[in-house]
């Protein structure tokens, strides 16, 4: 084994150069050309892709069948706030909620009668 010790001093200094070296680098790199490039074609994709979805979109309230969903929205929409909607919810569930009971009693009903 190597009895030699490395004087602390130097792996102090070595650490700050690395850690100098890393953000120069970091620097260097974000402010590159290339960097920006990039990053311009990226914002150029986004926009062209966000007109290409806003073109659709307007393109299929046009439609027929954009006009059918945007009626069928508002018809639901109308439903909700009249409260129709929520009274169909009601129903439903008291209906399940009736058949879940008479079943639970004939079951506890058949456990009562062998019981006797």
């Known amino acids: 084994m190597n009895d030699e010790k490395i004087p602390e001093g130097d792996l ?7 850690s100098q070296n890393l953000k120069t680098v970091i620097n260097t790199a974000w402010e590159s050309e290339e960097r920006k490039k990039v ?8 926009d062209e892709l966000y007109n290409a979805i806003n073109q659709m979109i307007d393109e299929f309230k046009v439609s027929e069948t954009g006009k059918k969903v ?6 639901f929409s ?7 909607i929520r009274d169909q919810a009601v129903e439903g569930i008291l ?3 009736k058949k ?17």
Not at 12 to 18: D, G
Not at 39 to 46: C, N, R, S, T
Not at 70 to 75: H, M, N, R, S
Not at 101 to 114: D, Q, Y
């Open 12 to 18: 102090k200094e070595e650490f700050q150069n690395l």
């Open 39 to 46: 990053q311009a074609d990226i914002h150029d994709g986004l």
């Open 70 to 75: 945007v009626k069928e929205v508002d018809d």
């Open 78 to 84: 109308e439903r909700l706030r009249s409260g129709e």
């Open 95 to 97: 209906s399940a909620l």
């Open 100 to 116: 879940m009971n008479a079943e639970l009693e004939k079951a506890a009903s058949k456990f009562t009668s062998s019981e006797d």
